[in-house]
């Protein structure tokens, strides 16, 4: 499902699409608050429904917020 900009995901409010990739749809969002803007990747429906999919979705995502975080 394509999300519109002003959609709000949790504390998130999309503000436009960056890519569209084989795993999933990369957008542009903000933060509200710190009003940071961030990037989220959503993973099409049926590739949700899978578990192999998901782990690697979670994997990747665990790898990024230590290379954030890590100086």
Known sequence: MLRPPGTRIGPY??????????????????DTPPYRD??????????????DRVVRFKREAQVLVVAQTTP
């Open 13 to 30: 409010e999309i503000v436009s699409t960056v890519a569209a990739a084989a795993v999933g749809t990369f957008r542009r969002a903000r």
């Open 38 to 51: 961030i990037a989220l990747e959503i993973l099409p429906e049926l590739f949700a429904q899978e578990p």
